[in-house]
């Protein structure tokens, strides 16, 4: 019999989890997560209602939460290609010298099709968490995902070791479910 029925409050994996054990994919810009060296599930937080009472007010679980942002660290490419990329999928977004910029990003070509190509502003993302043997063991599923932050670049000439770049992306997003390795609820 195995132990986990006969002692149903043991844990059956004894194995912790690595931080190093995952990778990432980003439908839109595969290229930009391809070297990704660091990511996070963000924090969750339930809002809070307060019942007044004559003695004390109390806190009563609210109804909406609020998801932290996603943030990614990768390693710049020698082309800047997974720099380029969410570079320029910011800059479309924000259109800052014309809105041809954003009209490039989605491939617009008349404003009839337009309403349809706002949603390739979007991207899911995926972030695989992956177990002591690199298998699979849970997936971080993000919807609609945008970037809202790129971190600087910065060239320095004075410098004795090599650091190669490493920049940081923040990313808004609706919503994030963990499932399991098969893509189902955990």
């Given at each position: 019999m195995p132990a986990s029925r006969s002692f149903p409050n043991q844990i059956d994996n004894r194995n912790f989890l690595s931080p190093v054990g995952f990778k990432f994919s980003l439908?839109?810009?595969?290229?930009?997560?391809?070297?990704?060296?660091?990511?996070?599930?963000?924090?969750?937080?339930?809002?809070?209602?307060?019942?007044?009472?004559?003695?004390?007010?109390?806190?009563?679980?609210?109804?909406?939460?609020?998801?932290?942002?996603?943030?990614?660290?990768?390693?710049?490419?020698?082309?800047?290609?997974?720099?380029?990329?969410?570079?320029?999928w910011l800059t479309g977004i924000g259109f800052p010298e014309t809105t041809q910029d954003f009209r490039d990003l989605v491939d617009i070509e008349d404003d009839a099709t337009q309403k349809d190509n706002v949603l390739q502003v979007f991207s899911d993302g995926s972030l695989y968490i992956l177990n002591s043997n690199y298998k699979t063991t849970a997936i971080v599923?993000?919807?609609d995902l945008f970037?809202?932050?790129?971190?600087?670049?910065?060239?320095?000439?004075?410098?004795?070791?090599?650091?190669?770049?490493?920049?940081?992306?923040?990313?808004?997003?609706?919503?994030?479910?963990?499932?399991?390795?098969?893509?189902t609820s955990l």
């Open positions: 439908a839109k810009e595969p290229k930009a997560a391809f070297f990704c060296n660091s990511a996070r599930i963000p924090e969750i937080t339930l809002s809070t209602i307060t019942q007044p009472t004559y003695l004390k007010d109390i806190d009563v679980p609210g109804d909406k939460l609020t998801y932290g942002d996603l943030s990614l660290r990768f390693l710049v490419d020698e082309n800047m290609e997974n720099y380029m990329a969410i570079h320029n599923k993000f919807k970037p809202t932050t790129l971190t600087s670049l910065e060239f320095d000439s004075t410098a004795t070791d090599i650091q190669y770049f490493t920049a940081e992306a923040s990313f808004k997003y609706t919503v994030y479910n963990i499932l399991g390795p098969t893509g």
